[in-house]
């Protein structure tokens, strides 16, 4: 249970400050290049539920169709101002931690600066960052489906030898070993090939949802790989408010909550449940003259 108390309350607030300077950076590219981001997760449920950030929420999130993320993959290095910087996967070289592209803020800090920490390309996870999770197709014939899914969980079941420290005691019975012998298997390869792997594996239904118009979340993480979306909540913007600022939201945003969560979204959270995943109160820094302008 997290104790709101003065620190906590302001690591948040600059957590919050950070992720509003990320949404309107992405946006500003988003807007040149004729292209849409939409808020998701916990930022999409404080849009629509509370209207503000959620107090607990320490981290950012968006998607993107996979159409307009393959231009801003193209163009986001070149756009990005001073202080911000794209992150791939396979920028981590044989290191890897997910298949989650992230916008990050530079000039900022969430954690202690460990060895954990540095050792994914000296610290580039340790900012206030952006999520950026891709809706692709989702083909309308199940078994094409189902063996990109079982694809996809080879590949992260690989990719899990490549991250800092694989604790295999979170795992019991089948699962211990699976995981065992996946992570082991991926060991010959590189993690930035992995990722490629990852990234192919999620375009391969591209343009087989032509009948029903399905759609998924590839690089998501992998126990919500099942979760089955309509393209069509994805095919334009609407604006919501978070604290008097405006943010775009999936069209289908009340249809994309419901997907994303067994529970009804518009019920808070038992308080004894909430976490801060991402931070540590005593390390969360944002240097704001660098993101004044």
Not at 37 to 50: M, W
Not at 146 to 167: C, E, F, N, P, T
Not at 242 to 266: A, K, N, Q
Request: a negative charge.
């Amino acid at each position: 249970m997290v104790v709101f108390d003065e620190q906590t309350t302001e690591a948040l607030k600059r957590i919050h400050d950070g992720t509003h300077i990320l949404f309107r950076e992405i946006g500003r590219i988003c807007e040149k290049h004729g292209i849409h981001y939409y808020l998701d997760s916990g930022n999409l449920i404080g849009a629509v539920r509370e209207k503000s950030d959620l107090m607990w929420d320490d981290d950012a999130d968006i998607s993107m169709t996979r159409e307009d993320f393959e231009v801003f993959r193209k163009v986001a290095r070149d756009e990005l101002r001073p202080g911000f910087r794209f992150v791939e996967p396979t920028d981590l070289g044989d290191r890897l931690l997910d298949f989650v592209p992230r916008v990050i803020l530079e000039n900022s800090s969430m954690k202690e600066d460990t060895e954990e920490e540095r050792w994914y390309l000296d610290g580039v996870y340790n900012h206030i960052l952006c999520d950026i999770f891709i809706v692709d197709d989702l083909a309308d014939r199940m078994i094409i489906h189902k063996i990109a899914r079982v694809l996809q969980i080879l590949v992260y079941g690989m990719s899990m030898g490549k991250r800092y420290k694989l604790d295999l005691s979170d795992y019991h019975g089948i699962s211990k070993f699976v995981v065992r012998v996946l992570s082991w298997l991926g060991k010959p390869f590189k993690g930035a090939t992995l990722a490629r792997w990852y990234d192919q594996i999620g375009k391969m239904e591209q343009g087989k949802n032509k009948k029903l118009g399905r759609a998924k979340f590839s690089n998501i993480l992998w126990p919500d790989l099942h979760r089955i979306f309509m393209k069509e909540w994805f095919a334009s913007p609407v604006d919501l408010t978070i604290d008097g600022e405006t943010f775009p939201g999936p069209i289908g945003y009340d249809r994309v909550l419901r997907t994303l969560y067994d529970s009804d979204y518009m019920v808070p959270p038992d308080p004894e449940s909430i976490a801060l995943p991402h931070c540590d109160p005593a390390y969360v820094r944002l240097d704001y003259e660098s993101y004044e302008n």
